[in-house]
């Protein structure tokens, strides 16, 4: 059957493509965010307001779904993992030592003040996958020293 795509609409030879499509949308999933597992709880609470609006909207949170979808079914299922990294991750985030709280003396550095787990938030609001590539990418990192890990 042939298939007639191509109108001509005068002599001067005008033409008017037709593309058929059965849907043509554009649905970009990496901004789709997922609620953290409640071992991570903690940690979103931590966050600057600014540091925390980077992690569920900005580039870390896209890196991560991103990987996750893509390395999904390669990762094993590892629930309780998972659960103690997110439990281990708390602990130290609610460490007074680490942890100031975000205030006005600090002046135009307050949004910045406190730990920066931007990656373990973007990673906990992504999805258990996101969750343990970030986990295998923090593993992997203490292998090498800081120039070869980046070279890798």
């Not at 001509?8 to 008017?16: G, H, I």
Request: with cysteine; charged share 20%; aromatic share 10%.
């Amino acid at each position: 059957m042939a298939s007639v795509n191509r109108f001509t609409s005068s002599a001067a030879a005008t033409y008017l493509e037709l593309a058929p499509a059965l849907a043509n949308f554009n649905f970009d999933f990496a901004l789709y965010k997922v609620e953290a597992p409640k071992e991570f709880q903690p940690v979103g609470q931590a966050l600057s307001s600014l540091r925390r609006s980077e992690a569920e909207s900005g580039a870390p949170h896209i890196t991560a779904r991103k990987l996750g979808a893509l390395f999904d079914r390669l990762i094993p299922s590892t629930p309780e993992l998972l659960k103690a990294y997110g439990l281990r991750a708390s602990e130290i985030i609610l460490s007074k030592a680490i942890n100031p709280e975000e205030s006005s003396k600090f002046g135009f550095f307050a949004n910045r003040i406190g730990p920066d787990a931007t990656s373990i938030w973007a990673a906990a609001t992504s999805g258990s996958a996101a969750i343990a590539v970030h986990l295998l990418a923090c593993m992997l990192a203490r292998i090498w020293e800081g120039p070869e890990a980046t070279t890798i």
